[in-house]
Each structure stands twice: as C-alpha cells, then as structure tokens.
C-alpha cells in the first residue's frame, strides 16, 4: 500500500487542480485528496467555489515563492555583491495593497450569493429532526408533504463491528491488515469498505424533494455532516439549527457522513448513513414505519432464555456495549461483569427501572427500545460473562413497570 | 553610539546557584528562563502529539484507548500554545527587548521573576492530571474535551481534572498579564535617548502590539474559565442550556480571546523575520512604517473576526456574512508584511546562514497557512472544511512553520548574544533539513485528507484516509526525532562549546543589541546608549 504512495501524492496534487472535470458522484468513487463535489445543487456550488480559490491561492503562492526564489538566485551576495539600498517605493506599496482587496471582493460575490442560498430552508417538503446523542443520531420524522403527524423516530448507531474496530497491539494489532497480518499471525477480521462509515438504521431520504433537517443534541455539541449534501451544521443543546438539501432524481445511493465536533471518547464512532431512494419507495417504506410505530408492542413471552439471549446479545452490541463495554467490563458506563448489580436478585426492579427511565449520565431507553428488547438486554446482561443470575425477564414484566 | 556596559559586573554581587535562578530578577537570566522552559514544553507537548500519531499510524484502535486519545489531543494544544510558543516569545521579549532599546533591564524585575515562576507551578498542576490518568489508580481522565474546552463538553461532561485545568490556566493568564504589563511599561519608559517609537527595531513594536492584545484578551479567557467552574460548582447555568443558558455563548466568549491569542502567537515572529532579512540581505527593511501600520491594523482586525471559527453554530445570515468580510479583510495587511520581505530580500546581497534559512523557510510556509487561511474563510466552503484534517494543517503551517520556526530563526540569530559562541554549523544545518522536510511530510498531506473528509480529533478514521495518515505519522516521528539536533547545539552553547563570537556576531547585521560584547554581560546599560 505505501509503495504506490509517492506516485499517488503526485497525481493527487495535480488532480486536486483539475478534479473539477471528472464528477465523481458516487462516495465508492471517494477522493483521497480533495474535496468531493457530492450531490446537491449547493455541494457543487460550494465544490466550484473551492476550485476557484484554490487555483487563486495557488497563483498568489506560486507568483510570491517564485519572486523569493529569483531573488535567492539573483540577488545571492556571489551574484550581486552590492546591495541596494532602496526601502520604499509608495507604488509598489499602493499597488499591493489595492489589488489583493480587488481579488477579496472578486471572491466575496459567489460567496455572498452561494451563502445566501444555502440560508432559505423554507418549502421544504420533509422535515427531519435530527438530534445528536453521544454516540449515536436520533432521526424523528416530523412533517411530509401534508402530514403532520408522522411520529416515526429511531437511533442510528454504529454498525461497523467492534472486532474490526479494536486491534490492540500486544494482540498483534499494529499490522491488522495485509501481508503483515498474515507474517504476525493476528487474527483480526479484515475491515470492511465501509468501516467506521456504516449504521445500523441509515437516514432514509427522497430524492428529488427538499428536505429541511432540524438538528439539535440531547447533551454535548455535535456536528451533522454528509460531505456529499454540501456542508455541516453543529448539533447544540438547547438550539435547534437549520439546513436543507435536495438531492436531484437519479442521484439515489447511499451518502455517508460523520460527526464533525468533538463530543466525547466516542466522536470517531457516530457515524450518519443516508440512504437516498425514489419517492415511490420513500413513500412506501414510511408507511411501513409509520404502521410498525402505531401496532401495539410485541408482548410474547421468550420460550426459553435462549431465545432472550441471542436477542438480548444483539441488543446490548448495538445500544450498551459503547459505553459498558462489549463483555460487560465498563467503560463510561459501569461494569456489569460480576457486578453485585447484574447478579443480586434486589437489584432486578432497579435494573428494568434504569434502562426504562434512566439515571444521571445513563440515557432512558423506554422510548427506543422495545418491551421485548429491554427484556433481553436485562436477561442478557444477567446471564453472559459468568452472570449466573438464571433471570428471565419476559417484555410483560417490562411493559408492567412504571 | 553605546556604553557598553562590561565593566560593572565586579560591582554587583551576583547569586550563585539555584538561588540564581529562583530569586533573578535579571531580565537575561528570566529570559534564558523562559526559553528553557519552552522547549521543554515544546517536547512535553511532543511527546503527546506521538501518541496521537502512533495511534493514528493505522485504522483501527491499537495502542490507547479513544478516551486518552482525547486527552492527548487536549493536553498537546495546551502545553504547545500556552507552554511553548507563548512563553518562548515572552524569554525572546525579556532577552532582546532591554538590549534593543537601550534599557538596563526590564522596567518590574520583581514582577518579571514572579511572572516566570508562576508557568512551571500551572503546568506541573496540568501536567499533574495526565500522569494520574497514565498511571494512577483507575486512570482518572485528564482534560478530554479539546483545547477549545467548549461547554457542555468542559463543563456538565467534564472530568475530575477540569478544576486542575482551570486553575492551571488561571495561573497561566496572570502570567501572561504581568509579562504583558512588564513589556509596555519598560518600552514606554525605558527607551535609550533618541530611541523614538518610530526608530524602534521592529521586534519591539510587533512585541508592544502583542502585549495590548494579551492585556485585552486574557481576562476574556480568566472570564470564561470561572464561568466554567461556577457552572460546575456553584450552580450557575452561564453555558447550561437546561438552566436558561447558552452553550454558544461560550465558543464566543472563549473565540473573543481564542482569536487575538492566534495573532499573540504570530506577531512577535513578524518582528523577528523583520529583524533577521535585513541582516542577510544586507540591506534595510523595506516599508518600515507601513510594517507597523500593518500589524496594527491586523491587530485591531483580530478583534472583530472571532466567529469564523464558529461559522457551523448557526449564526445569522447578517452575521455570518459580517465575520467572513472581515476575515477576508484581515489577509490584505498580512500580505504586505510578506510582500514587504519579498521586497527587502529584492536586490539585496543575500547569504544563507543558518537564521536566514529558517527565516525564508518561515515567509514561504507561513505564507501557505496564510493562503489556506483565505481558503477558510470562504464561509460557503468553510462548512465543508470546518472541524477537518484541512484546519489542523492550517492551523500547524502557521503555528509550527510558522511561530516555532520564527523562535528557531531567533535562537540561531541570537545564540551567539546570549552565550557567546556560534551555534555549531553541522548540528544547525542537519536540524534545519531535517525540520523542513519532515515538518511538511507531517502537514501537507493533512490538506488531502481534510479535504477528502477527515475529521479532526477522531481516534479512529474511515479507510480512504489510510494511506496518508501513515506517512504523516512517519513525518511526525522524524520531526519530533529532528528536535534533539537543536537540543544538542543549545547544549554546546550552554557548554560555551564553539567558535567565539564577536560582539557583532552577524555581518550585516544593525542595532543596539550588537553594540554590547557577546556574551552579553550581566548588566548591560547602566548608562544609557545615544541613539542618534
């Protein structure tokens, strides 16, 4: 991989000045060195404006090293033993003053216009609130077209597997990939294309149709980012912000982004995967989401507690392990490995309780999670890692529990 | 022109020892002071940066855990930017200052010492809280939220330790008020006769505009940390939204002195690039008066474009639209003060030693953080740039190539002043290559992965970035490695190791501080210098 490096630099830094003809529309077409153009009518404004002032630097700083370079050929004492001894001359002085400020106003007009364009989010046709947790993205649909009153809202978290993800060192970890790996033998599982990139539930969106995003935090600042919809905006709690972006027909995919102000141990692992699809089918899956958000909860009891196991492993890797760590060692959160906590029968109210409502740092879970999940999860968590607490808990007792 | 003053150092008994040192009240000795501590900041926030650059070698978690990784990132912009780069400059202020004025000394002696012996206390408090998060018990967190510290992240989420940081940085701001105080009062009153404001060498000026801007903005920052600790502690809601207050009112809080601070950082380097062309070109420094009227303007300017380091908060279109103006503004004076190197170098009779190598490799890199700053402020573009790999490469061509290699320009320009031989040529030219080359492998291909989407103070990256974040941890480990070179030949020059200098130690070189023998002598000045 590194061989191909030097090669790769140079074609990279001429290709940065002449990117702006091959539009790579697609985030597997990713640049290594440059801004992408993405897919919005602002992300290729904003792309186009980069390209200008790129090339506008590039020409200051070429012209000013250039002038540095004759005068260290030129005027070297072997070449030019006698100084002058000139030091002013009010033209030059007016002249250099007066043409870099027409070069700013020259930059300030497209920036002016491309800024206020990007500041009108009305006529939106769906608005989504998106609301940042650490670690992981809140999506709460809150308006389409005329309806009103969606009430479908889900977490998006992380869906890149933690084995890929953690390789320490002393296990072999420093060659995780490649030939190195194989001559160490470690046993890390290769990383997917889309590693640290990936969520579990992406953020569904229409083509075609403006969509204004409401973007807020439930505790630290975060940033909501999608490079190829042109530009961030900080999730603040306290603060709802605004921005939009419509993503013309034809331009279906699936568009990644992360989160781009520094929220806590987690930041480098909430990541935003938005899958763009035909209205049609954005009409259809919001139905469908809209009916799963109205049914009643699934109440049926677990049969055995395995059934609650697998379920509640799946479950605890995707909302708990973040923060307690995947064998339940803890973390930000408390351990629950040989806890007195996960295994002492008095506990068990408690423990339903947390996970339903909350507790200082820990977030309620009530709302996102199903009866039937928050039961596996407090199986789950009862049971693995040497727990032998032989709980089962069933959704009913959950659903019970006020 | 002078009296050099050599002849009184048998009168005055001068302390031997650590007591030297501990009750100086010698404006060269607090200087060598400061200078020593600087680099061993500078090292101190080195070593943190390789931590960071070992875990970033490779995608994937292998050598810390996220959570320190944060706490390295934290601590490393805290002991570079108050530990290295602004105690540096005060050790150059409190060195060439008095010697380039004509003054005996600093203008508050006691208080120079004071202001000293306060920075190894605040940062043995900061640096107290990594060591207890490396190796105490349970690995209590160190500060983890940026050294942007931004609430709720410093506040309601902060660690134990965020109380260690606000009374380091406390400690810290007084330190830099008393030096700031001590530079105004001694260049308004101690000047030598005929030394007008306008004859003053330029180091002076860019240094007596620096220290306005510390008096104006360190109590903005003393004021946002004890809004923090009242906000934790005494149960106020200063950033809390839940309790009616702002979290954003704190970035502009902390950006009102967050961006004054960047010029603090680069000002003084503007005086010494000033001071060391001229000498080597032989030839006087063109536009000596608009130079001034430069960086005063740029001055005043840095306190009006604050929140372009917050175009992403969600400002007001009015707003928005009055930072960028003002930020685009900003550039047109900068670039006279390089046009006017350009043009001092033009015709000169030029030679490339050692401070002259460092001082063009400072015009031609700062002028690269100077371009992509103009880049940044494009607020459209900005909101794809900020918070990126692009800004932390921004920011380190005008911070390491540029304030860093102002202060080795200087030390290399004034080593020979202040120990009497010249810095040793061999060690001095490996380090300078050996810098320059690694500095730009460690930064340059950060512009690649901002732009492709890297976010900044991530532990873990996507795999696209994968390829340049390991040949800019490569660059990072040469350019640490390099900095043992300059260690070395401070070490000679401390040893009195090296060829003698003479009084005017560089050819060409013009004022007051090369009338005095070198090394300087202990008190130089008694009798003030006419200057003509």
């Given amino acids: ?312 492993e799946q479950t605890y890797k995707g909302a708990c392990a973040v923060c307690h760590g995947n064998n339940g060692q803890g973390g930000v959160g408390l351990p629950f490995a040989g806890s007195d906590f996960a295994t002492n029968e008095e506990h068990l109210d408690e423990h339903i309780d947390v996970l339903v409502n909350g507790r200082a740092a820990m977030p309620a879970f009530g709302a996102q999670l199903s009866p039937k999940e928050i039961a596996a999860v407090v199986t789950y968590e009862r049971n693995a890692w040497g727990n032998e607490s032989g709980d089962l808990i069933q959704p009913q007792d959950v659903q019970d529990h006020e | 022109m002078s009296t050099a ?174 030096g700031a105080i001590n530079v105004i009062v001694t260049v308004f009153n101690l000047r030598a006769p005929g030394m007008t404001l306008m004859k003053m060498p330029l180091f002076v000026w860019t240094w007596l505009i620096t220290a306005f801007l510390l008096i104006a903005v360190m109590p903005v920052l003393a004021g946002a940390v004890t809004m923090m600790l009242t906000d934790r502690h005494f149960g106020t809601s200063f950033f809390n939204a839940a309790g009616g207050g702002d979290p954003v009112l704190f970035q502009h809080v902390f950006w009102f002195f967050g961006h004054p601070e960047v010029y603090i950082m680069i000002l003084p380097a503007f005086g010494i690039v000033s001071a060391i062309i001229p000498t080597f070109a032989r030839k006087p420094l063109f536009g000596y008066a608009s130079m001034v009227y430069a960086t005063a303007s740029i001055a005043l300017l840095s306190f009006v474009v604050w929140a372009h380091h917050m175009f992403t908060v969600g400002m007001p279109l009015a707003g928005t639209l009055f930072f960028m103006y003002m930020t685009m503004l900003i550039s047109v004076p900068t670039g006279v003060t390089v046009f006017n190197w350009v043009a001092t170098m033009w015709r000169g009779s030029m030679t490339f030693e050692l401070p002259m190598k460092w001082a063009i490799a400072f015009v031609i890199l700062f002028t690269c953080g100077g371009l992509s700053g103009l880049m940044l402020a494009i607020t459209p573009v900005d909101f794809q740039y900020h918070d990126t790999y692009f800004v932390v490469a921004h920011f380190h061509y005008v911070l390491v190539t540029g304030a860093v290699f102002s202060m080795f320009a200087a030390a290399y320009y004034w080593l020979p002043k202040w120990s009497g031989v010249m810095p040793n040529k061999l060690l001095g030219e490996l380090h300078f290559w050996s810098s320059l080359i690694s500095v730009n492998l460690l930064f340059f291909p950060m512009h690649f992965v901002g732009l492709a989407g890297m976010p900044r103070r991530y532990a873990d990256y996507a795999l696209q970035f994968a390829d340049y974040n390991f040949w800019i941890s490569i660059g990072g480990f040469w350019f640490g490695l390099s900095q043992l070179l300059f260690l070395a030949v401070c070490i000679l020059c401390a040893l009195k190791k090296g060829e003698k200098a003479p009084a005017r130690s560089w050819e060409g070189a013009e004022g007051l501080e090369w009338e005095v023998p070198s090394p300087a002598p202990f008190h130089t000045y008694d009798t003030p210098p006419v200057v003509k």
């Avoid at chain 1, 999506?139 to 009430?151: H, P, R, S, V």
């Avoid at chain 2, 001068?14 to 061993?40: E, M, V």
């Avoid at chain 2, 390789?50 to 810390?64: A, K």
């Fill in chain 1, 1 to 312: 991989m590194q061989s191909t490096l030097f090669h790769r630099a140079a074609v990279g830094l001429i290709s940065l000045m002449f990117s702006g003809m091959a539009v790579a529309s697609d985030w597997t077409e990713r640049s290594n060195e440059n801004l992408r153009p993405g897919v919005t009518g602002v992300s290729q404004e904003v792309y186009d404006l980069h390209t200008t002032i790129l090339w506008i630097v590039t020409i200051i700083g070429l012209l000013v090293f250039g002038l540095i370079l004759v005068s260290m050929v030129r005027h070297r004492r072997s070449k030019n033993p006698n100084p002058s001894t000139f030091h002013e001359n009010v033209f030059l002085e007016v002249l250099w003053t007066v043409v870099p400020f027409v070069i700013l106003i020259a930059m300030a007009v497209p920036a002016t216009r491309v800024l206020i364009e990007l500041d009108d989010s009305s006529k939106a046709e769906l608005t989504v609130k998106v609301t940042g947790h650490r670690w992981k993205w809140e999506y709460e649909y809150l308006t389409y077209q005329d309806d009103n009153n969606i009430g479908v809202s889900y977490m998006s978290n992380l869906a890149t597997p933690v084995e890929q993800i953690n390789n320490p060192v002393l296990a072999g970890g420093l060659f995780p990939y490649g030939t190195a790996q194989e001559a160490v033998g470690s046993e890390f599982p290769e990383k997917d294309k889309n590693y640290n990139l990936e969520a579990d539930k992406p953020l569904v969106l229409p083509s075609g149709q403006k969509v204004r995003f409401l973007i807020t935090s439930a505790d630290v600042i975060h940033s909501f980012w999608i490079p190829d919809l042109g530009g961030k905006k900080d999730a603040i709690p306290g603060f709802v912000n605004e921005t939009w972006a419509v993503v013309p027909e034809g331009k279906e995919g699936t568009y990644y982004g992360q989160c781009a102000e520094l929220c806590g141990k987690n930041h480098a692992f909430m990541p935003i995967e938005a899958e763009v699809v035909s209205q049609e089918e954005f009409q259809t899956w919001l139905a469908q989401k809209k009916e799963e958000a109205a049914a009643a909860p699934d109440l049926t009891p677990f049969a055995d507690l395995d059934e609650a196991m697998t379920l509640g």
């Fill in chain 2, 5 to 178: 003053a050599a002849h009184d150092d048998h009168h005055h008994h001068a302390p031997k020892g650590l007591k030297r040192w501990l009750f100086s009240t010698n404006h060269k000795d607090i200087g060598t002071l400061y200078l020593w501590f600087s680099f061993a900041m500078f090292m101190v926030g080195g070593l943190l940066a390789m931590v960071i650059r070992t875990e970033l070698l490779e995608p994937g978690m292998q050598f810390v855990d996220p959570e320190f990784f944060n706490q390295m990132t934290t601590v490393h912009g805290l002991a570079m930017v108050f530990g290295a780069v602004m105690p540096g400059f005060v050790g150059l202020a409190n060195w060439m200052i008095p010697l380039m004025i004509g003054a005996p000394d600093m203008a508050l002696p006691r208080m120079n010492n004071w202001s000293f012996w306060i920075l190894p206390f605040a940062f043995l408090i900061l640096l107290s809280s990594v060591f207890m998060s490396a190796f105490g018990a349970g690995h209590p967190s160190a500060p983890n939220f940026g050294w942007t510290f931004y609430a709720p992240l410093s506040t309601e989420y902060g660690p134990a330790s965020t109380d260690l940081f606000i009374l380091s940085v406390h400690m810290m701001g007084i330190s830099s008020i008393m």
